[in-house]
């Protein structure tokens, strides 16, 4: 495990521990955090937080700071309703929880 990954996984873990019966798969290289057998997040290796969300609010949140498509290698997008938000994006556990927030959002509806 990296220490960037191990980092974020463990705020990720601190901020949706009351959120229900949340448990860590393995997955895309990092580790997902699964509600109900859907994945909210993932605290990737290099501190990066792949996020799903609606994909009809993809094209809105793509404009928030850090925000990019999600690629499964270089070339291959993994579609609009999977974001990347880059480590420099969540440097304050208030942004972190946003994205959790948009995750649990799209999980719930």
């Given at each position: 495990m990296t220490a960037?990954?191990?980092a974020l996984a463990a705020r990720i873990r601190s901020m949706i521990q009351d959120g229900g019966?949340?448990?860590e798969v393995a997955m895309f290289g990092?580790?997902?955090?699964m509600l109900e057998d859907r994945m909210l997040v993932s605290a990737g290796r290099d501190g990066s937080l792949l996020v799903r969300v609606?994909?009809?609010d993809s094209e809105e949140l793509l404009q928030r700071k850090g925000a990019g498509l999600s690629f499964m290698g270089i070339e291959r997008p993994m579609g609009p309703g999977w974001l990347t938000v880059q480590p420099d994006a969540l440097l304050g556990d208030e942004d972190?929880?946003?994205?959790?927030g948009v995750?649990?959002?799209f999980h719930s509806r």
């Open positions: 960037e990954r191990e019966p949340v448990r990092g580790i997902a955090f609606d994909p009809a972190l929880m946003q994205w959790i995750a649990l959002d």
